[in-house]
T-cell receptor, first 116, second 113 residues
Framework: DGGITQSPKYLFRKEGQNVTLSCEQNLNHDAMYWYRQDPGQGLRLIYYSQIVNDFQKGDIAEGYSVSREKKESFPLTVTSAQKNPTAFYLC???????????????FGDGTRLSIL | DAKTTQPPSMDCAEGRAANLPCNHSTISGNEYVYWYRQIHSQGPQYIIHGLKNNETNEMASLIITEDRKSSTLILPHATLRDTAVYYCIVRALTQGGSEKLVFGKGTKLTVNP
C-alpha cells in the first residue's frame, strides 16, 4: 500500500544534540512538508519542498534543517539551536499541480520528540 | 493565524448524524475549504474538501453556504471510531507562493455509545 512512513515513532534528545527524523513516501508525490504540533494546538509549518533539491522555510524554521536529495525522502534535523524541541512532528506530502487547491496533503503518523 | 472558527467540542450519539460547523468569513474566492481529522497520537486524516458546491464522499458530506462564509461537515452515521479532533482549514499560501495548511485548534468530537 502507498503511504507515508515516519520513523522513529518516539525519539529522545539530549541537550546540545542534533537528531534527524525520517520521512519516506511511496506515493510519487512531488511536494513534501514538515509540521510541528504542540499539545492542544494545531499544526505549524516548519519546512516544505516542491521538488528535489529545493526547499523553503515555513513559519517556524529556526532551529531546523532539511534536505531533499530524493523525491521519496524528506528528512528533518532538529538542531541544538532549537531550544524547545519537545513536540509531535508530522510529515505530509501532496501532488504538486498548477491547481493546488484540488490536491489534499496526506500525513504520516508522526514522531514524538522529547528532551532527556 | 487560523482563518477558521470552530466550536472547541461537540458530542454525538452513536448512529446519529454529526454536524460540525465552521466559520470562514474571510475566505477568498479561490480558496478551498478542507476538512481533516486527527485521532490521538496519529497524523491528520484527510476527509473532504470543496470550493462552493456541496460535496460527498464515502466518509462525509460537506455543505458550504452560498456566501461561502461557513460550512458544515456531516458524518451521516457516527460511530465510536469517529471520535477525534476535526479541523476545518482554508488553504493559504506561503511567501514563496506555495500552499500551506493552517490548522486551528479544531473541534473535539466525542461519539457516545
Amino acid at each position: 500500500d502507498g503511504g507515508i512512513t515516519q520513523s522513529p515513532k518516539y525519539l529522545f534528545r539530549k541537550e546540545g544534540q542534533n537528531v534527524t527524523l525520517s520521512c519516506e513516501q511511496n506515493l510519487n508525490h512531488d511536494a513534501m512538508y514538515w509540521y510541528r504540533q504542540d499539545p492542544g494546538q494545531g499544526l505549524r509549518l516548519i519546512y516544505y519542498s516542491q521538488i528535489v533539491n529545493d526547499f523553503q522555510k515555513g513559519d517556524i524554521a529556526e532551529g531546523y534543517s532539511v534536505s531533499r536529495e530524493k523525491k521519496e525522502s524528506f528528512p528533518l534535523t532538529v538542531t541544538s539551536a532549537q531550544k524547545n524541541p519537545t513536540a509531535f512532528y508530522l510529515c505530509a506530502s501532496s501532488i504538486d499541480s498548477p491547481d493546488r487547491g484540488h490536491q489534499p496533503q496526506h500525513f504520516g503518523d508522526g514522531t514524538r520528540l522529547s528532551i532527556l | 493565524d487560523a482563518k477558521t472558527t470552530q466550536p472547541p467540542s461537540m458530542d454525538c450519539a452513536e448512529g446519529r448524524a454529526a454536524n460540525l460547523p465552521c466559520n470562514h468569513s474571510t475566505i477568498s474566492g479561490n480558496e478551498y475549504v478542507y476538512w481533516y481529522r486527527q485521532i490521538h497520537s496519529q497524523g491528520p486524516q484527510y476527509i473532504i474538501h470543496g470550493l462552493k458546491n456541496n460535496e460527498t464522499n464515502e466518509m462525509a458530506s460537506l455543505i458550504i453556504t452560498e456566501d461561502r462564509k461557513s460550512s458544515t461537515l456531516i458524518l451521516p452515521h457516527a460511530t465510536l471510531r469517529d471520535t477525534a479532533v476535526y479541523y476545518c482549514i482554508v488553504r493559504a499560501l506561503t511567501q514563496g507562493g506555495s500552499e500551506k495548511l493552517v490548522f486551528g485548534k479544531g473541534t473535539k468530537l466525542t461519539v457516545n455509545p
